[in-house]
């Protein structure tokens, strides 16, 4: 069984910065991709930034230049460091990792939440 953690999210001012970080843990041989989703009330949770299995970033559109994605993978943990942000990055942002396990299958893990408020 894996677990994973985030923690970071609050409530800031638009134009603020704030730094969400997702620690995973527990059955892990290896780490496929590892990513930052978000869901506001209403719409469907959308892909922010995410690590492919190649190592490649994706961004998406709306967050591109504004947010980072980075990792640690001597920690398993993936961070997201968001700047410029706007009231629209209003969600709970969800991080989403798929992991090998030492059985060498893989498995599709989801964190809790995070909520990041943004205000004008």
């Known amino acids: 069984q894996v677990q994973l953690v985030e923690s970071g999210g609050g409530l800031v001012q638009a134009g603020g910065s704030l730094r969400l970080s997702c620690a995973a843990s527990g059955n892990i041989f290896s780490i496929n991709d590892m990513g930052w989703y978000r869901q506001a009330p209403g719409t469907q949770r959308e892909m922010v930034a995410r690590f492919t299995s190649g190592g490649m970033t994706n961004y998406a559109d709306s967050v591109k230049g504004r947010f980072t994605i980075s990792r640690d993978d001597a920690k398993n943990t993936a961070y997201l460091q968001m700047n410029s942000l706007k009231p629209e990055d209003t969600a709970v942002y969800y991080c989403?990792?798929?992991?090998?396990?030492?059985?060498?299958?893989?498995?599709?893990?989801w964190g809790q939440g995070t909520q990041v408020t943004v205000s004008s």
């Open positions: 989403r990792a798929r992991i090998v396990a030492y059985s060498h299958a893989m498995y599709q893990y």
